[in-house]
């Protein structure tokens, strides 16, 4: 299939939509894109074991509830801590091109073992889930990924550097250095997958690290009040490089009390409607209004990754 097709975008393979975008797009910088991500990309294999702890970012009273009544509130955490239901590589092959990755030594773990987080613990470790990438990186050579280490938790400078390493190891010639030209023709042609950007200062002397990408969170847990929200800041003109809008709703503890039989999923689920009603108003591009990432929870669930790069159409019209 060449690449200047004039098929629907709606209708590329979401495994390899990046490789099968029309040769219009080849140079137009990846931030100037709409690209589907995932929030909290690795919360589909928390730690169930009530051994393991709540992460310590959670509220006191929710940390003092779980340590004198666990049975009773582990339940409710991993019902609203669960955001993705699907390995990394099957949210890959659903058109997933930003991972948001929350990292965490576990406290009183001796080993240098990095795991990812939110409410508990994750089992598999961050060198596992990195190795994941890298495979289905290399059965799919044309695609490039995003990957948002940020929120670290535990971690000393030692494991820094034990991290960067690990990311230097796993993708090795992948990695894109932040002097490149960001479009697809560009990365094909080196051969570079990977963009790493890294919430820490240290990013700034590493040549591979990307700046922190900034990240739209409305911090609401209704649809209409997150929409409202997000056209106001777009009010302000979009940042110049990458940016995450967040289509993820968060619950508070009032609302999860209120809620008792229900989950994240659920909530999210109710909403999408609305939610993905509002994406497909959205353009991408260069203008101050428009969008590039589009993060949000449950990824594989009503069409969210093909409704972001449809969105990539508009930029089609422009140029034509």
């Known amino acids: 299939m060449s690449g200047c097709s004039e098929l629907s975008l709606r209708e590329l393979p979401m495994e390899s939509w990046m490789s099968h975008l029309p040769c219009a797009l080849w140079d137009t910088p990846l931030y100037h894109l709409a690209i589907p991500g995932s929030h909290n990309a690795v919360t589909y294999c928390l730690d169930m074991n009530d051994r393991s702890p709540v992460d310590p970012m959670q509220p006191d009273m929710l940390q003092k509830l779980d340590k004198y009544m666990k049975p009773l509130i582990r339940p409710f955490v991993y019902k609203w801590a669960i955001t993705q239901e699907f390995t990394i590589k099957q949210q890959l092959d659903c058109g997933v091109r930003y991972c948001d990755l929350r990292i965490a030594h576990r406290p009183n773990d001796h080993s240098t073992d990095l795991y990812f987080y939110h409410g508990v613990y994750t089992t598999l470790t961050v060198e596992t889930v990195l190795s994941e990438i890298k495979e289905w990186l290399d059965a799919h050579p044309k695609e490039v990924v995003l990957l948002s280490f940020s929120h670290f938790l535990g971690l000393n400078q030692e494991l820094h550097i034990r991290l960067l390493t690990n990311i230097r ?82 619950e508070d503890l009032k609302y999860i009390c209120t809620h008792p039989t229900e989950s994240l999923k659920d909530l999210v689920m109710s909403t999408y409607p609305a939610l993905l009603g509002w994406v497909r108003e959205q353009t991408p591009g260069p203008r101050a209004g428009s969008l590039n990432i589009i993060a949000g929870d449950f990824i594989t669930e009503s069409h969210f990754a093909p409704t972001v790069v449809t969105l990539n159409e508009k930029l089609l019209k422009w140029s034509s």
């Open 169 to 250: 190891n796993t993708f090795a010639s992948k990695l894109c250095p932040k002097t490149e030209v960001l479009t697809l023709r560009n990365l094909w042609a080196l051969g570079y997958q990977v963009i790493v950007s890294y919430e820490h200062s240290i990013s700034s002397s590493h040549a591979d690290l990307w700046p922190h990408i900034p990240y739209w969170w409305a911090n609401k847990c209704k649809a209409e009040a997150l929409i409202e929200e997000f056209e106001a800041r777009k009010q302000h003109g979009r940042p110049g490089g990458f940016f995450v809008t967040g289509i993820n709703l968060t």
